[in-house]
């Protein structure tokens, strides 16, 4: 399984960026469940984003809700991370993450792939 990660740039607070996450797998991607993740330069790995292999199921983070949307488009094999309203705190290098499970996971030490990153950097 592989995944890359891209969408990341340099935007103002307040706007818009969407994160692709497209996954390369042998089996059904319906049959994995795909997280989101951050790391601020200093700071932990932190949860953002998550979707269930059918994309019925999903869970954020408090700091993103209502702000954020992950979707999937199980054809493509990608999943998207739509950033909205975005604040100087939403800096960090994104992950996307997989597993092979029926629901969306928010523990990263559960995740068995994970891509490269792509930075998104908000200014004030």
């Known amino acids: 399984v592989q995944l890359q990660a891209s969408g990341g740039g340099l935007v103002q607070a307040g706007s818009s960026l969407r994160l692709s996450c497209a996954v390369s797998v042998r089996s059904t991607f319906s049959r994995y469940s795909v997280g989101w993740f951050r790391q601020a330069p200093g700071k932990d790995r932190e949860f953002v984003a998550a979707i269930a292999g059918s994309g019925d199921s999903t869970h954020y983070t408090d700091s993103v809700t209502g702000r954020f949307t992950i979707s999937r488009d199980n054809a493509k094999n990608t999943v998207y991370l739509q950033m909205d309203s975005l604040k100087p705190e939403d800096t960090a290098v994104y992950y996307c993450?997989?597993?092979?499970?029926?629901?969306?996971?928010?523990?990263?030490?559960?995740?068995?792939?994970w891509g490269q990153g792509t930075k998104v950097t908000v200014s004030s």
């Open positions: 993450a997989a597993k092979r499970a029926l629901v969306a996971i928010t523990s990263w030490d559960e995740y068995d792939y």
